[in-house]
């Protein structure tokens, strides 16, 4: 009688650095609105989405996360006026810097939810 491998789904770790007014907003909305969403999703909430630096996201790669994800307000929403726009052009530089250290650019991902989609934070 051969052994019993037992056969589990794989669960991603996801970090998200969300922005306090617009995503953290939407995706507090899901919870309250009782919408079902991954348990395995850790959020760091920051002040504004332009306000991630390089390094949060080796960090979190570091401490074994599967996945990232940046989100903040729409372009023109940003309650810091421009953050989202800086954060929107250092996009490029993050997966640059990620490519360089080795780390599958598919891993990273850049999104806009606002306050209001709570699906689209689902």
């Given at each position: 009688m051969?052994?019993?491998i037992e056969i589990h789904d794989f669960e991603p770790k996801i970090m998200a650095f969300v922005c306090k007014w617009c995503t953290y907003s939407g995706a507090d909305l899901a919870g309250t609105s009782r919408m079902d969403y991954s348990p395995n999703v850790r959020m760091i909430r920051l002040p504004c989405?332009?306000?991630i630096d390089p390094q949060f996201l080796i960090k979190a790669f570091e401490q074994g996360a599967d996945g990232?994800?940046?989100?903040?307000?729409h372009p023109g929403d940003c309650h810091y006026n421009e953050g989202?726009?800086?954060?929107?052009?250092r996009?490029?530089?993050f997966r640059q810097l990620m490519d360089f250290n080795g780390i599958d650019i598919e891993r990273i991902e850049f999104s806009w939810i606002s306050a209001a989609e709570a699906i689209k934070w689902t």
């Open positions: 051969g052994k019993k989405s332009g306000r990232v994800l940046v989100s903040g307000c989202n726009y800086y954060a929107r052009r996009n490029t530089t």
